[in-house]
Antibody
Framework: EVQLVESGGGLVQPGRSLKLSCLASGFTFSNYGMNWIRQAPGKGLEWVASISSSSSYIYYADTVKGRFTISRDNAKNTLYLQMTSLRSEDTALYYC????????????WGPGTMVTVSS | DIQMTQSPASLSASLEEIVTITCQASQDIGNWLAWYQQKPGKSPQLLIYGATSLADGVPSRFSGSRSGTQYSLKISRLQVEDIGIYYCQQASSAPLTFGSGTKLEIK
């Protein structure tokens, strides 16, 4: 069974940093592109970042480019999101999601980890 | 960036009724379109990909179609378990973008 479990969320002050993790199981992690997608409270879905299976290709939304870094450790079956210079508008539930092979559809999602940016 | 305009924002329908949700892409995205269902308090789930292909385990009462740059999700016979928010997503080019969502309720 495919499982994605995010961790690392919490309350953080504006301007500070936070690192999210997503532990994958139930599939060959190194074969799949992975993503972070966020959902602000009561709002819709916003794609944040994508990383290819071997980390060769990385993409970011303009809203986080230069502040967030996506990475992965295929030996540990883990996806990461390093977030710096956090702003109040980064407050959201952050989902880890797997890409279907050879396309840009999200076929499995984790339950999410909540990040709250507030003083 | 490709904009996805989704309508309606909310919808109330009776059980067994046919429900249709639409998404308009701001430019040609071919069949690179997915639909997701988000049940209350849960993560989104892939329903349709490639505009018309049903994802694994999705009931056959769900279907997708395309007419030019307009895409539709149809639920042929609404069931109680179908309540939630539905999102379209374009998979043609980065940045990947979602529609604003349609909240579906039972009348």
């Amino acid at each position: 069974e495919v499982q994605l479990v995010e961790s690392g969320g919490g309350l953080v002050q504006p301007g500070r940093s936070l690192k999210l993790s997503c532990l994958a199981s139930g599939f060959t992690f190194s074969n799949y592109g992975m993503n972070w997608i966020r959902q602000a409270p009561g709002k819709g879905l916003e794609w944040v970042a994508s990383i290819s299976s071997s980390s060769s290709y990385i993409y970011y939304a303009d809203t986080v480019k230069g502040r967030f870094t996506i990475s992965r450790d295929n030996a540990k079956n883990t996806l990461y999101l390093q977030m710096t210079s956090l702003r109040s508008e980064d407050t959201a539930l952050y989902y880890c999601a797997r890409l279907r092979i050879s396309n840009w559809y999200f076929d499995f999602w984790g339950p999410g980890t909540m990040v709250t940016v507030s003083s | 960036d490709i904009q996805m305009t989704q309508s309606p924002a909310s919808l109330s329908a009776s059980l067994e009724e046919i429900v249709t949700i639409t998404c308009q892409a701001s430019q040609d995205i071919g069949n690179w379109l997915a639909w997701y269902q988000q049940k209350p308090g849960k993560s989104p789930q892939l329903l349709i990909y490639g505009a018309t292909s049903l994802a694994d385990g999705v009931p056959s009462r769900f279907s997708g179609s395309r007419s030019g740059t307009q895409y539709s999700l149809k639920i042929s016979r609404l069931q109680v378990e179908d309540i939630g928010i539905y999102y379209c997503q374009q998979a043609s080019s980065a940045p990947l973008t979602f529609g604003s969502g349609t909240k579906l309720e039972i009348k």
